[in-house]
């Protein structure tokens, strides 16, 4: 089967519109800064964590981050997204600052069922971890409300208690750009400086910036194994299963997380412009058509982050 | 995302609508947000087909659109909603951002957060039930919090037959209510969220309305008021040095522009203090700017050494913001646990927090009927209230109908660190509003 790249050139970025955006993202994480002592961003290498970055960039340059960035890796990440984290960081010239679920399940913080679990879940132990380890008050994270709808009801400043869990029932009003950044000792905020932004937004500023990204996003040629109406990516690490039809198909990744619960689509777009192209015609939601982890149920998202994921 | 969304570039001088949306529990909101975003074809088909497998389940042969928008499973059980949900559409015509907000009193805080940051208030109205006390509170609120436009959608026109008679007699109270608080540009428009009659497509039941249907409505409203033409504010929201040749070090000012304009060489004041200055430079990241526009995130640099921390104010010396430690304003009770008299409080006007407490309570309103109540001496939750409060340092500020940004603020427990109040500064005697204001005096 072969997707035609849709010929049509979106018109430019809206300016007034993203220059709003980014605006109000450039306002919360200065007012991150001035209110929290120790805080830290999120970085993961996806698109939306590295919007975050150039966003960082806008609100502090040329003085370096008031925070260090922070991956959690599940240890199944995608080798090049992998590689792009650590070349970005080093660009950048900020500290990075990676914590690994297998240090958690080595320390016995978290116990795999079976062998072959997906760590997806998981590391909101590790990150509530490093979160205790370097005493961080606040985690700066590239979560849109547009994503899916327990997202759809977060704060941007989003209050954790001691044990990282969020309330959802007793969130704390927020009115006006007045955000209540205050604390005691143990708890922390969770803050979403891309709250209003909506997927083509990030895409339209991505290439308005000119912005790098992992070669995931973009259309590339990739062995999957055919499961269903899902093509189930592999790696040397995990591989495919030995009764999978593998067949090699024009992928991209619209989003990038673990290797066990992230999906491609198929895709010709290969640019920036070409996938801006697709995503405004695309039919199925983000993580809808891309992420396993929320199939499973209709509170799957809601439920992992009362638990302390992003 | 919409596929309407490739067209929405050309038409970016009308802007971005955020509408809070907020109604009486069985009102039909769900519902109507549900026909928006469907009928706009916002909807995904992944999430077309969750609903349509909840519908095969339940052994319904139509989908259920108003599950689309509660978000949280216990929203989902009780079939209310207890927290905004923010959600984002688009059309040929405009870009749309909904903050859904629950209309029990008990979650009155959740539905003024949503209202707070909206240039227009969808608000719902049942065709044969009429205005109802929640409809009253949420019609005083959104104009109690400057909401530029008020639109009432007077849902399940089908139950009354799509009667004209039914309809004229809720529009009565609804523009009585609207006379008595002051609220000017309120539109009202007969709907069925359920049969989709007049949310995106013109109704064939209701020939005697003339109006347009409400997406038409929400595409035409005017921009939100545009805060250029307000006097120059400019919170600071951090101090950066950066260092320059020579080993010396410069001081810039980050913020943003919340209203008015800056640029090089205009004289500055520093509030609360009052110092004056003059700029020498306005830049960004990619460099110097010609003028620093209300809305961007800009840097400051002044040509004089002084003292200027976050929570100060730079500001037109001749168009300067009131300086007191103590104002009136109009609050609104969010805390389970009341207001008794006592507890320690801090004050976020702006980038400013301040120690502060409630001094004196001048009167409570009870939204339903606007009778006022003078002097008690507790609030419960979700009590409306005009107050005295007192500062424990000065403060440079503005009436919220003259300048939303410097003039609101809310109230933290000392305690607890809850948001327990927001606030609404008011205005002194014979004080202009700006255009746009509420004037919530009105009637009092």
């Given amino acids: 089967m072969t997707i035609p790249v849709l010929s049509a050139k979106p018109a430019p970025a809206p300016a007034r519109h993203l220059d709003n955006l980014e605006s109000e993202a450039i306002y919360i994480l200065r007012e991150t800064a001035a209110e929290f002592s120790n805080p830290a961003l999120l970085f993961s290498g996806g698109k939306d964590s590295t919007v975050l970055l150039r966003l960082a960039e806008k609100a502090f340059r040329p003085s370096k981050f008031p925070f260090p960035l922070l991956h959690v890796d599940t240890g199944e990440n995608f080798p090049e997204v992998i590689a792009f984290r650590d070349r970005i960081a080093k660009q950048l010239g900020e500290r990075l600052i990676v914590r690994t679920v297998q240090d958690s399940i080595d320390r016995g913080r978290v116990k795999l069922k079976t062998p072959n679990q997906s760590r997806n879940a998981l590391q909101s132990v590790t990150l509530l971890d490093a979160i205790a380890e370097f005493e961080f008050d606040a985690c700066i994270g590239g979560a849109r409300r547009d994503e899916e709808k327990a997202r759809a009801k977060e704060r941007i400043f989003s209050y954790r208690n001691s044990f990282g869990q969020w309330d959802p029932r007793h969130q704390r009003p927020e009115l006006w750009s007045l955000y209540n950044g205050r604390l005691d000792k143990g708890e922390h905020m969770r803050i979403f400086p891309l709250s209003n932004w909506t ?3 990030i895409w339209r500023y991505i290439e308005r ?9 973009y259309a590339h ?14 790696s040397d690490l995990f591989p495919a299963r030995e009764d999978d039809v593998i067949e090699t198909r024009v992928v991209r990744f619209r989003t990038v997380g673990d290797i066990t619960c992230t999906l491609p689509v198929e895709s010709n777009a290969a640019t920036v412009e070409q996938v801006i192209a697709e995503t405004m015609v695309a039919s199925l939601s983000e993580r809808g058509a891309t992420r396993l982890d929320d199939q499973t149920s209709d509170a799957s998202m809601e439920e992992r982050k009362r638990a302390g994921y992003f | 995302m919409a596929p309407l969304d490739q067209k929405m570039d050309t038409a970016d001088d009308i802007g971005l609508l955020r509408f809070s949306t907020a109604g009486s529990v069985d009102d039909g909101k769900s519902s109507l947000i549900g026909r928006l975003l469907y009928d706009s074809k916002a909807v995904s088909t992944d999430r077309i087909a969750a609903l349509e497998r909840i519908a095969r389940r339940k052994g319904e042969d139509v989908i259920d659109l108003s599950l689309l928008m509660d978000g949280l499973t216990v929203e989902r059980e009780q079939g209310i909603t207890i927290d905004v949900a923010y959600s984002y559409f688009a059309t040929a015509q405009r870009k749309f951002i909904i903050a859904d907000t629950p209309g029990h009193e008990q979650y009155t805080r959740n539905m003024v957060t949503g209202a707070s940051t909206a240039d227009a208030a969808v608000i719902l109205v049942d065709a044969a039930r009429g205005l109802s006390l929640q409809t009253r509170r949420h019609l005083y609120l959104s104009h109690l919090l400057g909401v530029p436009h008020l639109v009432v959608a007077v849902n399940k026109m089908d139950l009354v037959g799509f009667d004209k008679g039914a309809y004229d007699i809720v529009v009565a109270s609804i523009e009585a209510f609207a006379d008595a608080i002051g609220a000017k540009r309120t539109y009202i428009v007969p709907i069925s969220a359920k049969h989709g009659d007049n949310v995106v497509n013109a109704s064939t039941n209701m020939p005697w309305y ?3 249907p409400l997406l038409a409505l929400l595409e035409a409203l005017p921009p939100a008021i545009v805060m250029h033409q307000a006097p120059f504010r400019f919170p600071v929201q951090l101090v950066r040095r950066v260092p320059v040749h020579g080993g010396e070090q410069i001081r810039q000012y980050l913020g943003r522009v919340e ?19 003059r700029v020498r430079a306005v830049s960004d990241f990619h460099g110097p700017l010609e003028r620093g526009e209300s809305g961007r995130s800009i840097a400051i640099e002044v040509q004089d050494e002084l003292d200027i921390a976050r929570g100060d104010v730079l500001t037109p010396p001749l168009l300067p913001p009131r300086v007191d430690d103590e104002f009136t304003a109009t609050i609104c009770w969010f805390s389970d646990d009341g207001f008794n008299g006592q507890g320690r409080y801090l004050v976020k006007c702006g980038t400013r927090t301040v120690a502060g407490r409630v001094a004196e309570i001048i009167y409570r309103l009870d939204v339903a009927t606007l009778a006022t109540e003078p002097n008690p ?13 007192a500062l424990a340092e000065s403060l440079a500020f503005d009436a919220y109908d003259a300048n939303r940004a410097t003039g609101a603020f809310i109230l933290i427990d000392a305690d607890t660190n809850a948001t327990v109040a927001a606030g609404m500064i008011a205005l002194r005697d014979g004080e202009a509003t700006a255009a746009g204001g509420s004037g919530f005096d009105v009637g009092l």
Avoid: W
């Fill in chain 2, 210 to 212: 003339e109006g347009q």
């Fill in chain 1, 221 to 234: 040629e990739r062995p999957l194994a055919v499961r269903g109406k899902n093509l189930v990516p592999f």
């Fill in chain 2, 377 to 389: 001496e507790t609030l419960r939750c979700n009590d409306i209230a005009r107050v005295r409060i």
């Fill in chain 1, 199 to 201: 997927e083509i937004d």
């Fill in chain 2, 259 to 277: 209203s008015g304009h800056i640029k090089a060489g205009d004289e500055i004041a520093v509030m609360p203090a009052g110092r004056v200055t």
């Fill in chain 1, 209 to 217: 910036e000119e912005m790098e990204l992992p070669s995931l996003y």
